[in-house]
């Protein structure tokens, strides 16, 4: 039976209620739905014919970019990403985002399907409310966010009656790169993971959380401002990186900033805020872009050091624009091979929305390769191979993928750089950003690690990996989508900022590099050990530590962490704790905290052998700083 929902909180805001919980409105509806619906205008990417066995394929020597054959400027998308211009009339607009939004909004029916969509917006203004659903990208056109303005609300909320009010399962959606004058003085972007807000100008305030007042489980906002207030009120974990606020206001259990002017004061636990005043090393994400002349460019911010407030505050956003005529376009149609001859020509690669089964794995050899998707493409391993792989080189720029384990077990869905890499990218490092991975929910995945990392200084800036929760009808258990870690760090020198990690049956996080740091952390425990002979790690303790720092490491440094037990198949289950460090002086811990969700299973320490038991309802442990 799905956990009662316990009352949600007044519009005072101040009540911190119990919990967020995901699998109430799937349960007896996951039957109804259907694996496999075609895509809203279009086929997904089909698979191969001829299927590589694991390990199979050759790495392509690298090839310049110069060697891409030369690309339309004024490339065809595809059916599935819509252009929008001022000249098409508002009513027209309007008309096709409430067509579109209608057949992505329903918790029951849209969240495991194959419909992957993006609304691009030519600069210019435009008077329209545009809702956004699942799979959904909605991004302005412009070089920098004010080129495209919205006199309307761009909105995520508990849309269908279903929910209760609940905004817990809002995943997969994403807004960028525009301006918006919101209807009511107030957009909205109640969310959960994989959704983030990025390059957005917001004219007003921007609310976190569902009209309702319900729950909501987030979430990422990077590059923007937001010239009101920013208010969470019922929003359960948050970070904000380099950003503009005009104030913050309300928090539950972890709020997170990172170079964010307007912030509050560092005060976890009371209140539960985190806040460092510049983020190390970030680079913003790559954009499309189109000129005056109606030919599209990919511009690529540069690194940033010690840096505050968003990229364009001063005009633009420093970087390098790239045409592209150096981006082969990924689209319906296109397989593994396809596009490993595109990156072994010297391409970029734009992907654009839809489903693509890989016969064989992705191989990225080039240094300075750009992968951008938009509308959450998804790559989908079949017979086991590994989806994708970096080579331990400069500069590979991953956004907007969506990774989805195959139904034979893959080694893993992503690896940037293989084993043993050494080489020093710090002037020009690999960035993984607004990209995710799913074991099981649309089908039944399996895949032993979800990430792995092993070149030095990369930066992970937002992912979600998740063993799923809830899903379609028989895609989800404990030996049904099976996955032994989220996310595995060798490299040294790597950055994790927006860290999602969730439901792994072992370490959900593995830091073995040397130097690493994290800002925020995100994590549930599996929620579906069947006792505790069946969830005990190596070591002999109780369960696996989410968040688990190698023996060998002698500095690292993490902020804002939060890890939350719900054990509902056993409730008798035990984590002995949720964090385990090495003692050193050089491994520190700043701002931790445990959860047992509506007192269902207990975590009976916070780092290694500190911190209280968390057994009571939805009361956090805190532990400010280790050691």
Known sequence: MPRPFLPVRTADHRRHGPTRRRGYALLGAATLLIAGLTSLTGAAGAASAQPAVHGSTAVRPAADAADC??????????SNVHVFDPSMGDTAIQSQLDTQFNQMKDTNSAQFSENRVAD????????????????TSVAGLGQNPDDVTINGDVTVDAFNASDAGNATQNFWRSAENLAINPSSGTDRWAVAQAAPFRRIDVHGNLALYPASYGYASGGFIADSKVSGEASSVSQQQWYTRNSNLGSWAGGVWNMVFSGVTGAPGNTFPNPPETTLATTPVSRDVPYLYIDSAGKYHVFEP????????PSWAGGST???????????????GDTAETINNALAEGCNLFVTPGVYHLSETLNVTRPDTTILGIGYPTFVPDNGVNAMQVADVDGVRLKGLLFDAGTTNSQALLTVGPSGSSADHASDPTTIQDVFFRIGGEKAGKATDSLVVNSNNTIIDHIWAWRADHGNSGTVGWTTNTADNGLTVNGNDVLADGLFVEHYQKYEVVWNGQGGKT???????????????????????????????GANVTSHEAWGLGSYCYFNVNPAVNNYHAFEVPDTPGVKVHDALTVSLGGVGTISHVINDTGAVTASNTTPTNVVDYP
């Open 318 to 332: 420093a970087g390098t624009s790239l045409p592209m005529s150096q981006f082969y376009v990924v689209k319906a």
């Open 302 to 309: 540069s690194l940033q050091t010690n840096s505050s407030g």
């Open 69 to 78: 054959p030369a690309q339309s400027d004024t490339p065809d998308f595809g």
């Open 120 to 135: 691009l917006f030519k600069p210019g203004t435009y008077g329209v409310e545009d809702n956004v659903g699942f799979y």
């Open 519 to 549: 800002i925020f952390f995100q994590n549930e425990n599996p929620y579906d050990p069947p006792d505790q002979a069946s969830w005990m790690s190596a070591s002999g303790v109780n369960g696996y530590a989410a968040y688990k720092v």
